[in-house]
């Protein structure tokens, strides 16, 4: 089974940054995608970037095209640089073993326990 765990959350100050960390049991080329979503409170999931494990590109929701950036190191971890964040960007981020950029439900059921984004001043 699966197991993915988010890290790196945190309250921070409108514009600053901080970078999430997702961390799995296997190597992050053995997977086919490692996504980010998020879930603000009151609106439904979404994805916000993904990672391809054969190749190493990337794709980007529109919401934070330019802003954060999706990377991974050389072992088992898929990072999310977020920068210029804003109070919109206040949800829980998860990650997920799926590229899935669309609007609507999600096809995923193996969700972890996220970790909290916060901006606030």
């Known amino acids: 089974q699966v197991q993915l765990t988010e890290s790196g959350g945190g309250l921070v100050q409108p514009g600053g940054s901080l970078r999430l960390s997702c961390t799995g049991s296997?190597?992050?080329?053995?997977?086919?995608?490692i996504g980010w979503f998020r879930q603000a409170p009151g609106k439904e999931r979404e994805g916000l970037s993904c990672?391809?494990?054969?190749?190493?590109?990337t794709d980007y929701a529109d919401s934070v095209k330019g802003r954060f950036i999706i990377s991974r190191d050389n072992a088992k971890t898929v990072y999310l640089q977020m920068n210029s964040l804003t109070p919109e960007d206040t949800a829980i981020y998860y990650c997920?073993?799926?590229?899935?950029?669309?609007?609507?439900?999600?096809?995923?059921?193996?969700w972890g326990q996220g970790t909290q984004v916060t901006v606030s001043s």
């Open positions: 990672i391809l494990g054969s190749d190493g590109s």
């Open positions: 296997e190597s992050t080329s053995d997977y086919y995608a």
């Open positions: 997920a073993t799926l590229c899935y950029l669309r609007p609507g439900p999600i096809p995923y059921n193996s």
